[in-house]
Nanobody, 125 residues
């Protein structure tokens, strides 16, 4: 069993930076690719960034280059960096982990077996 524990959300001013963390605890050898999702009451959950078992990142097409996904395998921790934060970055962010080595940016959430609890990020102008 794997538990994903997120940290780093909250309220920030526009123009700042933010780092979300997702620490995996338990049988981390079962984890392959990992991802960050975001959702809001107005928008369905979408995968925005994936990093596969070889640490190759992949991003959704609708991002503008301000978001970076990374991971520290030694710490079993996934990160999401958001630079030059904007009010449109206001979402509930959730990390997910798959037992597959490689995943795809899609609406297919069945790729992921383990989910974090979600972090609210609110960016004010």
């Amino acid at each position: 069993q794997v538990h994903l524990m997120e940290s780093g959300g909250g309220s920030v001013q526009a123009g700042g930076s933010l780092r979300l963390a997702c620490a995996a605890v338990g049988d981390t050898s079962a984890i392959g690719c990992m991802a960050w999702f975001r959702q809001s009451p107005e928008k369905q959950r979408e995968a925005i960034a994936i990093i596969d078992a070889d640490s190759v990142p992949m991003y959704a097409d609708n991002l503008d280059g301000r978001i970076t996904i990374s991971k520290d395998d030694a710490q079993n921790t996934l990160y999401l960096h958001i630079n030059n934060t904007k009010p449109e970055d206001t979402f509930l962010y959730t990390c997910a982990a798959s037992q597959r080595r490689y995943c795809f940016i899609s609406l297919d959430v069945t790729q992921y077996r383990y989910w974090g609890q979600g972090l609210q990020v609110t960016v004010s102008s």
